[in-house]
Protein backbone atom coordinates (compact mmCIF):
# COMPACT_ATOMS: atom_id res chain seq x y z
CA UNK A 1 0.00 0.00 0.00
CA UNK A 2 1.13 3.17 -0.78
CA UNK A 3 1.67 6.40 1.91
CA UNK A 4 1.37 9.65 0.94
CA UNK A 5 0.39 13.08 3.17
CA UNK A 6 -3.58 15.08 1.98
CA UNK A 7 -2.63 18.35 1.01
CA UNK A 8 -5.82 19.53 2.11
CA UNK A 9 -4.77 18.26 5.73
CA UNK A 10 -7.93 18.63 7.66
CA UNK A 11 -11.59 18.66 6.61
CA UNK A 12 -12.39 20.54 10.07
CA UNK A 13 -13.81 24.20 9.93
CA UNK A 14 -11.26 25.56 12.10
CA UNK A 15 -8.73 24.29 9.44
CA UNK A 16 -6.93 27.91 9.09
CA UNK A 17 -6.06 27.72 12.87
CA UNK A 18 -5.04 24.39 12.96
CA UNK A 19 -2.84 24.11 9.46
CA UNK A 20 0.47 25.52 12.06
CA UNK A 21 -0.39 22.21 13.77
CA UNK A 22 0.20 20.26 11.32
CA UNK A 23 3.12 19.67 8.75
CA UNK A 24 2.91 17.69 5.43
CA UNK A 25 4.86 16.23 2.79
CA UNK A 26 4.25 17.10 -0.64
CA UNK A 27 1.32 15.74 -2.65
CA UNK A 28 -1.26 15.54 -5.21
CA UNK A 29 -3.99 17.99 -4.20
CA UNK A 30 -6.86 16.27 -3.00
CA UNK A 31 -10.30 17.11 -1.63
CA UNK A 32 -13.36 15.37 -1.44
CA UNK A 33 -14.48 13.95 -4.21
CA UNK A 34 -10.83 12.92 -4.76
CA UNK A 35 -10.74 11.19 -1.22
CA UNK A 36 -13.68 8.94 -2.19
CA UNK A 37 -12.38 7.15 -4.64
CA UNK A 38 -8.66 6.54 -3.20
CA UNK A 39 -7.98 3.25 -2.54
CA UNK A 40 -4.44 3.74 -1.13
CA UNK A 41 -3.65 4.50 2.70
CA UNK A 42 -3.45 8.11 3.26
CA UNK A 43 -1.13 9.72 6.28
CA UNK A 44 -1.98 13.03 7.89
CA UNK A 45 0.70 13.58 10.47
CA UNK A 46 0.36 15.85 13.30
CA UNK A 47 2.88 18.06 14.65
CA UNK A 48 1.54 18.84 18.14
CA UNK A 49 -0.65 16.75 20.55
CA UNK A 50 -4.17 16.64 19.98
CA UNK A 51 -7.18 15.58 22.25
CA UNK A 52 -8.69 11.69 21.96
CA UNK A 53 -12.03 13.12 20.61
CA UNK A 54 -10.60 15.89 18.34
CA UNK A 55 -8.59 13.04 16.25
CA UNK A 56 -11.88 10.66 16.50
CA UNK A 57 -13.68 13.77 14.69
CA UNK A 58 -10.95 14.69 12.19
CA UNK A 59 -11.04 10.77 11.66
CA UNK A 60 -14.96 11.20 11.17
CA UNK A 61 -14.88 14.12 9.36
CA UNK A 62 -12.32 12.32 6.58
CA UNK A 63 -14.73 9.30 6.57
CA UNK A 64 -17.30 12.07 5.26
CA UNK A 65 -15.53 12.88 2.22
CA UNK A 66 -16.38 9.68 0.99
CA UNK A 67 -20.54 11.04 1.12
CA UNK A 68 -21.05 12.66 -2.16
CA UNK A 69 -24.85 14.44 -3.18
CA UNK A 70 -27.72 11.87 -4.03
CA UNK A 71 -26.20 8.77 -1.93
CA UNK A 72 -27.95 6.38 0.03
CA UNK A 73 -25.90 6.32 3.48
CA UNK A 74 -25.82 3.55 6.30
CA UNK A 75 -24.99 6.08 9.64
CA UNK A 76 -23.06 3.77 12.46
CA UNK A 77 -23.32 3.82 16.08
CA UNK A 78 -20.99 5.12 18.84
CA UNK A 79 -19.11 7.84 20.01
CA UNK A 80 -16.97 8.17 17.01
CA UNK A 81 -19.63 7.73 14.30
CA UNK A 82 -21.44 10.44 15.96
CA UNK A 83 -19.25 13.03 14.88
CA UNK A 84 -19.64 11.78 11.61
CA UNK A 85 -23.50 11.99 11.68
CA UNK A 86 -22.88 15.56 12.77
CA UNK A 87 -21.15 16.40 10.26
CA UNK A 88 -23.28 14.71 7.37
CA UNK A 89 -25.65 16.96 9.20
CA UNK A 90 -23.82 20.48 8.98
CA UNK A 91 -22.80 19.53 5.44
CA UNK A 92 -26.82 19.26 4.75
CA UNK A 93 -27.71 22.29 6.41
CA UNK A 94 -25.27 24.12 4.61
CA UNK A 95 -26.08 22.94 1.48
CA UNK A 96 -22.97 21.72 0.15
CA UNK A 97 -24.21 18.03 0.71
CA UNK A 98 -27.76 17.55 -0.60
CA UNK A 99 -30.40 14.78 -1.55
CA UNK A 100 -29.01 12.47 1.12
CA UNK A 101 -31.40 9.40 2.66
CA UNK A 102 -29.70 7.55 5.34
CA UNK A 103 -30.24 4.21 7.34
CA UNK A 104 -29.42 4.66 11.03
CA UNK A 105 -28.13 1.70 12.63
CA UNK A 106 -29.46 2.24 16.17
CA UNK A 107 -32.62 4.29 18.22
CA UNK A 108 -29.99 6.29 19.06
CA UNK A 109 -28.21 7.20 16.13
CA UNK A 110 -32.28 7.58 14.61
CA UNK A 111 -32.69 10.00 17.33
CA UNK A 112 -29.53 11.75 16.75
CA UNK A 113 -30.06 12.44 13.22
CA UNK A 114 -33.46 13.65 13.81
CA UNK A 115 -33.77 15.00 16.44
CA UNK A 116 -33.21 19.14 17.37
CA UNK A 117 -29.57 18.32 19.07
CA UNK A 118 -26.65 17.00 16.78
CA UNK A 119 -22.87 17.14 17.67
CA UNK A 120 -21.07 20.22 15.63
CA UNK A 121 -17.64 21.21 14.73
CA UNK A 122 -14.87 23.19 16.18
CA UNK A 123 -16.35 26.51 14.71
CA UNK A 124 -19.59 26.11 16.68
CA UNK A 125 -17.46 25.40 19.56
CA UNK A 126 -15.55 28.31 19.05
CA UNK A 127 -18.11 30.95 18.53
CA UNK A 128 -19.60 29.31 22.05
CA UNK A 129 -16.54 29.40 23.65
CA UNK A 130 -16.00 33.14 22.70
CA UNK A 131 -19.46 34.20 24.02
CA UNK A 132 -18.80 32.81 26.99
CA UNK A 133 -15.02 34.55 27.32
CA UNK A 134 -17.01 37.95 26.46
CA UNK A 135 -19.57 36.97 29.13
CA UNK A 136 -17.05 36.66 31.71
CA UNK A 137 -15.19 40.17 30.62
CA UNK A 138 -18.86 41.87 30.66
CA UNK A 139 -19.65 41.03 33.97
CA UNK A 140 -15.88 41.92 35.83
CA UNK A 141 -16.42 45.31 33.91
CA UNK A 142 -19.73 45.48 35.44
CA UNK A 143 -18.37 45.49 38.94
CA UNK A 144 -15.94 47.80 37.78
CA UNK A 145 -18.50 50.12 36.77
CA UNK A 146 -20.93 49.94 39.83
CA UNK A 147 -18.86 53.51 40.80
CA UNK A 148 -18.40 54.86 37.22
CA UNK A 149 -19.97 57.84 36.61
CA UNK A 150 -21.22 56.57 33.14
CA UNK A 151 -22.77 53.42 34.26
CA UNK A 152 -25.89 54.05 32.76
CA UNK A 153 -24.41 55.20 29.01
CA UNK A 154 -22.70 51.92 28.99
CA UNK A 155 -25.66 49.53 30.28
CA UNK A 156 -26.71 51.67 27.11
CA UNK A 157 -24.25 50.34 24.86
CA UNK A 158 -24.32 46.60 26.24
CA UNK A 159 -27.90 46.70 26.22
CA UNK A 160 -27.47 47.44 22.25
CA UNK A 161 -24.36 44.90 21.94
CA UNK A 162 -26.77 42.12 23.58
CA UNK A 163 -30.26 43.40 20.96
CA UNK A 164 -27.17 42.68 18.44
CA UNK A 165 -26.36 39.51 19.05
CA UNK A 166 -29.73 38.32 19.62
CA UNK A 167 -30.15 39.23 16.29
CA UNK A 168 -27.18 37.23 15.04
CA UNK A 169 -28.41 34.47 16.25
CA UNK A 170 -32.38 35.25 15.35
CA UNK A 171 -30.79 35.40 11.45
CA UNK A 172 -28.53 32.33 12.41
CA UNK A 173 -30.42 29.98 14.53
CA UNK A 174 -28.09 26.85 14.36
CA UNK A 175 -25.41 28.75 16.06
CA UNK A 176 -25.66 27.95 20.06
CA UNK A 177 -23.32 27.62 22.95
CA UNK A 178 -22.02 24.41 25.50
CA UNK A 179 -21.60 24.86 28.88
CA UNK A 180 -19.24 21.69 28.65
CA UNK A 181 -16.64 20.70 27.29
CA UNK A 182 -18.27 18.42 25.06
CA UNK A 183 -19.07 19.48 21.30
CA UNK A 184 -22.37 22.16 21.47
CA UNK A 185 -25.52 21.54 19.77
CA UNK A 186 -26.73 22.26 16.38
CA UNK A 187 -30.45 22.51 16.48
CA UNK A 188 -32.66 21.45 13.49
CA UNK A 189 -30.12 19.08 11.62
CA UNK A 190 -33.27 16.89 10.02
CA UNK A 191 -31.10 14.26 8.22
CA UNK A 192 -33.56 12.38 6.16
CA UNK A 193 -34.26 8.58 7.26
CA UNK A 194 -35.26 5.48 5.45
CA UNK A 195 -35.23 1.94 6.38
CA UNK A 196 -33.79 -0.63 4.54
CA UNK A 197 -37.71 -1.59 3.73
CA UNK A 198 -37.74 1.29 1.70
CA UNK A 199 -33.90 1.54 0.37
CA UNK A 200 -32.41 -2.11 0.22
CA UNK A 201 -29.01 -1.07 -1.32
CA UNK A 202 -26.88 1.64 0.22
CA UNK A 203 -23.58 3.45 -1.29
CA UNK A 204 -21.86 4.11 1.99
CA UNK A 205 -21.57 3.43 5.35
CA UNK A 206 -19.69 4.87 8.07
CA UNK A 207 -19.04 3.60 11.07
CA UNK A 208 -17.01 2.97 13.97
CA UNK A 209 -15.44 -0.52 15.81
CA UNK A 210 -14.41 -2.27 18.90
CA UNK A 211 -11.26 -3.79 17.30
CA UNK A 212 -9.40 -3.87 14.43
CA UNK A 213 -7.08 -6.65 12.59
CA UNK A 214 -3.98 -6.34 10.30
CA UNK A 215 -6.56 -7.88 7.52
CA UNK A 216 -8.97 -4.93 8.30
CA UNK A 217 -11.37 -7.60 9.67
CA UNK A 218 -13.73 -5.91 12.80
CA UNK A 219 -15.04 -6.82 16.00
CA UNK A 220 -17.65 -4.71 16.69
CA UNK A 221 -20.72 -4.32 19.15
CA UNK A 222 -19.79 -3.34 22.23
CA UNK A 223 -22.33 -0.11 22.02
CA UNK A 224 -24.97 -3.05 21.51
CA UNK A 225 -25.70 -2.40 18.06
CA UNK A 226 -24.21 -5.00 16.15
CA UNK A 227 -27.19 -6.61 14.54
CA UNK A 228 -28.63 -3.38 12.95
CA UNK A 229 -24.96 -2.29 12.44
CA UNK A 230 -24.02 -5.75 10.40
CA UNK A 231 -26.81 -5.53 8.33
CA UNK A 232 -26.89 -2.10 6.96
CA UNK A 233 -23.28 -2.68 6.31
CA UNK A 234 -23.36 -5.81 4.30
CA UNK A 235 -25.86 -3.94 1.69
CA UNK A 236 -23.71 -1.04 1.39
CA UNK A 237 -21.15 -1.06 -1.86
CA UNK A 238 -18.24 0.87 0.38
CA UNK A 239 -17.79 0.66 4.32
CA UNK A 240 -15.72 3.17 5.76
CA UNK A 241 -14.35 2.31 9.01
CA UNK A 242 -13.50 4.66 12.06
CA UNK A 243 -11.14 4.23 15.19
CA UNK A 244 -8.57 5.24 17.08
CA UNK A 245 -5.02 3.66 17.39
CA UNK A 246 -6.18 1.72 20.73
CA UNK A 247 -8.28 -0.28 18.66
CA UNK A 248 -5.72 -1.62 16.58
CA UNK A 249 -4.76 -5.23 17.49
CA UNK A 250 -2.79 -8.50 16.29
CA UNK A 251 -5.52 -10.30 16.24
CA UNK A 252 -9.34 -10.58 16.82
CA UNK A 253 -10.51 -11.06 20.87
CA UNK A 254 -6.77 -9.38 21.37
CA UNK A 255 -7.82 -6.37 23.20
CA UNK A 256 -9.16 -8.99 26.37
CA UNK A 257 -12.89 -7.07 25.94
CA UNK A 258 -15.92 -8.15 25.21
CA UNK A 259 -16.59 -9.68 21.66
CA UNK A 260 -20.57 -9.54 21.62
CA UNK A 261 -23.00 -12.27 20.98
CA UNK A 262 -27.19 -11.34 20.20
CA UNK A 263 -28.67 -14.07 21.29
CA UNK A 264 -33.15 -14.50 21.85
CA UNK A 265 -34.04 -14.16 25.56
CA UNK A 266 -35.62 -17.72 25.40
CA UNK A 267 -33.38 -19.77 27.23
CA UNK A 268 -30.52 -17.57 27.21
CA UNK A 269 -28.53 -19.66 30.02
CA UNK A 270 -28.88 -22.52 27.49
CA UNK A 271 -26.98 -20.74 24.54
CA UNK A 272 -24.28 -18.99 27.40
CA UNK A 273 -22.94 -22.43 28.04
CA UNK A 274 -22.97 -23.78 24.39
CA UNK A 275 -21.14 -20.96 22.81
CA UNK A 276 -18.50 -20.76 26.03
CA UNK A 277 -18.45 -24.51 25.26
CA UNK A 278 -17.61 -23.95 21.41
CA UNK A 279 -14.19 -25.37 19.95
CA UNK A 280 -13.51 -22.69 18.20
CA UNK A 281 -13.24 -20.71 20.96
CA UNK A 282 -11.89 -22.74 23.36
CA UNK A 283 -10.52 -20.86 26.55
CA UNK A 284 -12.72 -17.62 26.05
CA UNK A 285 -15.23 -16.51 29.51
CA UNK A 286 -18.91 -15.84 28.56
CA UNK A 287 -20.90 -13.52 30.73
CA UNK A 288 -24.20 -11.92 30.22
CA UNK A 289 -24.43 -8.66 30.02
CA UNK A 290 -26.27 -6.36 32.08
CA UNK A 291 -28.25 -2.98 32.15
CA UNK A 292 -27.35 0.06 33.50
CA UNK A 293 -28.92 -0.94 36.69
CA UNK A 294 -26.43 -3.93 37.19
CA UNK A 295 -29.51 -5.87 38.25
CA UNK A 296 -31.56 -7.17 34.97
CA UNK A 297 -30.08 -8.05 31.69
CA UNK A 298 -29.38 -5.48 28.88
CA UNK A 299 -31.59 -5.56 26.49
CA UNK A 300 -30.78 -4.59 22.43
CA UNK A 301 -33.14 -2.05 20.23
CA UNK A 302 -34.05 -5.42 18.91
CA UNK A 303 -35.62 -6.91 22.30
CA UNK A 304 -32.50 -9.67 22.31
CA UNK A 305 -29.99 -10.41 25.44
CA UNK A 306 -26.03 -9.98 24.44
CA UNK A 307 -23.59 -12.22 25.82
CA UNK A 308 -19.86 -11.19 25.99
CA UNK A 309 -17.32 -13.49 25.49
CA UNK A 310 -14.04 -12.43 27.10
CA UNK A 311 -10.38 -13.60 25.06
CA UNK A 312 -6.77 -13.81 27.45
CA UNK A 313 -5.71 -14.67 23.84
CA UNK A 314 -6.78 -13.60 20.40
CA UNK A 315 -8.76 -16.05 18.43
CA UNK A 316 -6.94 -18.73 16.88
CA UNK A 317 -9.05 -18.72 13.82
CA UNK A 318 -12.14 -15.93 13.61
CA UNK A 319 -13.29 -16.85 10.43
CA UNK A 320 -14.02 -20.43 12.01
CA UNK A 321 -15.21 -19.18 15.15
CA UNK A 322 -17.82 -16.49 13.11
CA UNK A 323 -19.11 -19.68 11.37
CA UNK A 324 -20.06 -21.77 14.39
CA UNK A 325 -21.50 -19.20 16.06
CA UNK A 326 -23.65 -18.27 14.05
CA UNK A 327 -24.29 -22.14 13.46
CA UNK A 328 -25.96 -22.10 16.90
CA UNK A 329 -30.03 -21.90 17.04
CA UNK A 330 -30.73 -19.32 19.04
CA UNK A 331 -28.09 -16.98 18.31
CA UNK A 332 -29.12 -13.99 16.21
CA UNK A 333 -25.68 -13.19 15.43
CA UNK A 334 -22.28 -12.27 16.60
CA UNK A 335 -19.73 -8.95 16.31
CA UNK A 336 -16.60 -10.83 14.40
CA UNK A 337 -17.36 -8.41 10.81
CA UNK A 338 -15.16 -10.55 8.66
CA UNK A 339 -14.37 -8.96 5.00
CA UNK A 340 -16.09 -5.91 5.49
CA UNK A 341 -14.23 -2.78 5.41
CA UNK A 342 -13.31 -1.29 2.73
CA UNK A 343 -11.41 1.57 4.50
CA UNK A 344 -10.55 2.20 7.91
CA UNK A 345 -9.20 5.40 9.18
CA UNK A 346 -7.64 6.12 12.44
CA UNK A 347 -6.76 8.71 14.60
CA UNK A 348 -3.49 8.17 16.72
CA UNK A 349 -1.39 10.29 18.72
CA UNK A 350 0.28 11.32 15.57
CA UNK A 351 -2.16 12.22 13.41
CA UNK A 352 -4.75 10.90 11.20
CA UNK A 353 -3.97 7.56 8.51
CA UNK A 354 -6.07 5.33 6.01
CA UNK A 355 -5.95 1.91 5.62
CA UNK A 356 -7.53 0.14 2.48
CA UNK A 357 -7.34 -3.45 1.31
Not at 23 to 46: E, I, K, L, N
Not at 180 to 207: E, F, Y
Not at 252 to 257: F, H, I, V
Not at 279 to 288: I, S, Y
Request: net charge positive; proline share 3%.
Amino acid sequence: MALHAVARGTSLSSSSSLRSSYRFASAPATGRAASSSSRSSVVVMAAVKLSQDELKKQAAWQAVDYVKSGMKLGLGTGSTAAFAVARIGELLASGELKDIVAVPTSIATYNQAKSESCLVGTRMRRIGEKRREEKEKEKEKEKQEEASENHRSKRKKKALLALSLNLALFLHPNLTSSLSSSPPLLAGLNIPLATLDTVPRLDLAIDGADEVDPELNLVKGRGGALLREKMVELVSDKFVCIVDKSKLVSGLGGSKDAMPVEIVQFCWEFNLKRLAELPEVKGCEAKLRMGGDGKSPYVTDNGNYIVDLYFQQPIKDARAAAKAIAGLTGIVDHGLFMDMADVVIIAGSDGVRQQSK
